[in-house]
């Protein structure tokens, strides 16, 4: 029997028992080599061989179907052809499997009759309640279980780093390497096609696993990115998560897709996707291990300035171009600390970072200058270098730095050149879990994963919401208009439309008038003042430049008037039917100190919709500047994009310009993402150009591409990542006339936090958390804290007190394995309770989940816990006592 608090996924990691479907007499068959690692790696529960054609198989009973065992089976291992597979998918259902790993291949990797069979055996296992891994998988190892179900050869050691790779050949590869460098795992996952349990699900199971210290995946596809973000952004909260993947090229991407069948993203977007899940991406297989031993001390900087310490110029010099490719800043080093190494170093060393010793440097002065230099309050980690010259101890200095490193909480790599004379020493770093590497490019790169860490994981603590509070949209009156071009049954929006749309979410746009006459456009043009532009105005062109349709810096009445003949001219003289229907008129948006911008949003194959900021005018193509992220944004996030792209420099002050209104820039990208989030009718949108200059940020021209989605309103199911529910913040007036305020934790409700748990009554605690603490462990604070509004909702109720909000009390589900039920829990503080805290914070929280379309709430509560369970029947929840368990009963409301 099972703990009931195990995670659902256990039984594939950890059985209690397995049967093998396929083994036979043939050794070489991936049935028969899975049975003999089982047996080999010493796996401890039930093993059962299942072919009709056997009685027994190396020295095992061997049974003819899941019946004939008359036994309890956790776990199915599948590795029969795939035709077979549906049938054996029931007898598992009838025989009460609920865990099944299918490595045959055979499915969507062999055409279109492939994939028929594929959803057979998925209907197949939705019928019965069955969890699957594959098909066309490697397999799972779980070494601290002695089991390895798969068909990979050689002994797997026990570590602390799990791995989860879409390609079983690669995973045998990785393991074959770890081998050879004593690399051990806590559990290891090949998916192959993971057309049931995919990556967000393993990662909840890795997150919860205490051996599992850090988290390596190898990445070919996304099938569901929602899942995903979910689950990277819940593991990489707690856990260092180190993403390697393939398809960054389009050859590759072809390999890939063919491979998986999963979708393969743009790989800017797959990028911009892993810095808001706050893990660290590895450009080959070498970083997934290179990453994970930088990462894996749990030491994390507080800033990105690296600082060097060497007793060679050139091994630093070429530290400090790899630091300037990778964006990694060398930090100034305080006028104090000059002093203070200038007073322990010979007169010739450097004066600067790096800090160069000199080659004689011994073991005292490379301690004194690791202890300044890492002193200094600009430096937030350092990189100690080392050649063997002849006056060199390395082994001492590696001992030295090790005495050090357990003092200091900043990070220190090392780097020790050469290979005779420091082996040992290298080999001593390694073993104190100090991260040593051979050479300066290397030891920098290393030291990027620490700096790239830092600044994902402040990205992820955003929680933008999906509308800003300042100056609500009108996003009806923007649905009406795309709703019309629709009906119309049209995708391209006009120009006007999309100016629209623009003003909807009051981003400033040049204004424009649709003119059908020549002295149409002439009123127009003098009402809104010369100089003006004039473009051809249809519901069947996109790009009105490419058939000459523009023209600019238009400054007469005469002028408007033969521009306009000239315009309506391309519709008669084009071989084509343009349809042109009459011009559009707008002011000459000019600014001597004016930058030309592109803002836009894109529609990814694998995440939906993505925010787009780069150089903008006619050669926008050429120039491919441009940075992505994934809405919702907030104006941090907005300056990230903007600071990632070449344009970026050019928005500072030079020459004779002045800088521009970065905030009105960032303006515009907040309301381009409250767009992606609310219209996800909107596939493709253009801002092109956006003339930003000293004061103001405005759209020129805009092009946007609609069709229809149907989704439930601020479901959000559309985006990768769910914004901040702002829209559930109300107000509740609680006994003794006190308002109150509920609304969605955020990550910055730590504080907050922290201390309602901590000031919690012993007595509440235990009714809350089963336990009484007296610190709230930082792991669990940020869980508490650091939550995936799509799987999981917190509810605080706040008031005011003294001028500052005070967090009385707090009510929380968690979607559970089926997706259609959550378990709740609540907590008021003592001296608040009775007063309604409670009642109105299970009200929110109930409404909240039955429009999620959650059907079942639970929760578990101490028998002797009378004031909740009458707040429950209150509610209407039902009350169920648990077989064996006194202590505990069980309360469930159907929503």
Not at 153 to 159: K, L, T
Not at 735 to 757: H, W
Request: with cysteine; net charge neutral.
């Amino acid at each position: 029997m099972r703990n009931a608090l195990e995670h659902y996924l256990s039984p594939l990691f950890s059985p209690n028992s397995v049967a093998v479907f396929g083994a036979s007499e043939r050794s070489q068959s991936v049935a028969s080599l899975v049975l003999n690692n089982i047996i080999e790696n010493g796996f401890k529960g039930d093993i059962y061989p299942i072919n009709p054609k056997y009685s027994e198989l190396y020295q095992r009973p061997c049974f003819a179907n899941l019946e004939a065992v008359n036994a309890e089976i956790e776990l199915a291992i599948i590795a029969t052809p795939a035709r077979t597979i549906p049938a054996i998918m029931d007898q598992c259902g009838e025989n009460g499997v609920k865990h099944v790993v299918i490595l045959s291949a055979g499915f969507r990797d062999a055409g279109e009759q492939g994939l028929i069979l594929e959803q057979r055996v998925i209907d197949k296992a939705h019928h019965h309640g069955i969890r699957f891994i594959g098909p066309n998988c490697l397999g799972v190892i779980s070494p601290y279980h002695h089991f390895n179900a798969t068909f990979a050869s050689g002994h797997i050691r026990s570590g602390n780093m799990a791995l989860i790779s879409q390609s079983g050949a690669l995973c045998t590869a990785i393991l074959d390497w770890a081998e050879n460098q004593d690399i051990g795992f806590s559990a290891v996952v090949s998916m192959g096609i993971s057309v049931d349990v995919d990556f967000g699900e393993l990662l909840d199971y890795l997150v919860a696993d205490p051996k599992t210290h850090s988290i390596l995946m190898y990445v070919e596809g996304i099938r569901n990115a929602r899942a995903f973000m979910s689950g990277l952004r819940a593991a990489a909260r707690v856990k260092p998560v180190i993403v390697v993947k393939a398809g960054r090229h389009q050859a590759s991407v072809n390999a890939t897709a063919s491979h998986t069948g999963a979708l393969v993203c743009a790989d800017d977007v797959f990028d911009a996707a892993l810095r808001r899940a706050g893990v660290v991406r590895g450009m080959h297989i070498g970083d997934l291990f290179a990453a994970a031993t930088v990462l894996a001390r749990g030491v994390k900087l507080k800033g990105d300035k690296l600082a060097l310490i060497t007793n060679g110029g050139g091994p630093a010099a070429m530290a400090c171009d790899k630091a300037s490719d990778l964006d990694i800043p060398m930090s100034r080093l305080d006028d104090s600390t000059i002093e203070a190494l200038s007073s322990v170093l010979p007169p010739m060393w450097s004066h600067n970072n790096p800090v160069d010793i000199l080659g004689d440097a011994d073991v005292e002065r490379y301690d004194k200058a690791i202890r300044l230099v890492l002193d200094d309050k600009n430096t937030n980690g350092a990189i100690v270098l080392l050649t063997p010259q002849a006056m060199t101890e390395p082994t001492k200095v590696a001992e030295r730095v090790i005495a050090i490193s357990k003092t200091i909480a900043k990070p220190i790599l090392t780097c020790w050149m050469g290979e005779r004379q420091v082996h040992q020493a290298r080999q001593l770093l390694s073993d104190s879990g100090i991260p040593s590497f051979r050479l300066p490019e290397t030891a920098v790169q290393g030291f990027s994963y620490l700096t790239n860490f830092y600044r994902n994981q402040k990205l992820l603590l955003q929680t933008p919401t999906s509308v800003s509070d300042h100056k609500k949209p009108d996003i009806a009156g923007a649905k009406l208009i795309i709703n019309n071009v629709l009906a119309e049954k049209r995708k391209v929006l006009t120009e006007a439309e999309s100016k629209a749309i623009l003003s909807a979410f009051h981003i400033p746009v040049a204004p424009a008038v649709i003119a059908r006459s020549a002295i149409d456009a002439i009123v127009a043009a003098e009402n809104m003042g010369f100089p003006i532009v004039m473009k051809i105005h249809s519901r069947h062109i996109s790009h009105k430049s490419d058939i000459g349709g523009v023209r600019l810096n238009i400054s007469s009445a005469a002028g408007v008037q033969r521009a306009y003949i000239e315009l309506m001219d391309i519709g008669s003289e084009s071989e084509e039917d343009l349809k042109i229907e009459g011009v559009v008129v707008e002011p000459m948006v000019r600014s001597s100190n004016g930058r030309e911008l592109l803002v836009g949003i894109s529609t990814d194959a694998a995440f939906g919709p993505v925010v787009t900021f780069g150089s903008g005018g006619s050669a926008v193509a050429l120039l491919a500047d441009k940075s992505v992220s994934l809405p919702p944004l907030n104006r941090l996030l907005a300056n990230d994009m903007i600071a990632r792209t070449r344009v970026a420099r050019l928005l500072n002050a030079y020459r004779d310009k002045p800088a521009v209104n970065l905030r009105a820039i960032e303006d515009v990208l907040i309301r381009v993402s409250e767009i992606a989030c609310e219209l996800p009718e909107v596939m493709e949108l253009d801002i092109n150009p956006l003339i930003a200059d000293n004061s103001r940020a405005i759209a020129v021209d805009a092009r946007i591409i609609v069709n229809h989605h149907y989704v439930t309103e601020r479901s959000y199911s559309h985006t990768a990542i769910h914004p901040y529910p702002g829209h559930l913040k109300t107000s509740v007036l609680l006994a003794g006339g006190i308002n109150c305020s509920i609304r969605p934790i955020r990550p910055e409700d730590a504080e907050l936090e922290r201390e309602f748990v901590e000031n919690l009554s012993d007595s509440a605690k235990r009714y809350r958390f089963m336990n009484i603490f007296r610190k709230l462990p930082p792991e669990m604070l940020a869980k508490f804290t650091q939550i995936d509004y799509d799987r999981e909702m917190a509810l605080i109720a706040i008031v005011i007190a003294s001028g500052e909000e005070k967090e009385i009390g707090v009510s929380r589900y968690t979607l559970t394995a089926d997706g259609k039920s959550c378990e709740f829990a609540i907590a008021v503080a003592d001296n608040w309770q009775g007063k309604g805290v409670a009642h109105s914070l299970m009200d929110k929280l109930i409404e909240y989940a039955r429009y999620r379309g959650i059907r079942l709430m639970i929760g578990e509560v101490l028998s002797d816990n009378q004031q909740m369970l009458k707040l429950a029947r209150k509610l209407g929840f039902k009350v169920k006592h648990i077989v064996d368990d006194q202590s505990t009963v069980r309360i469930e409301k159907i929503l």
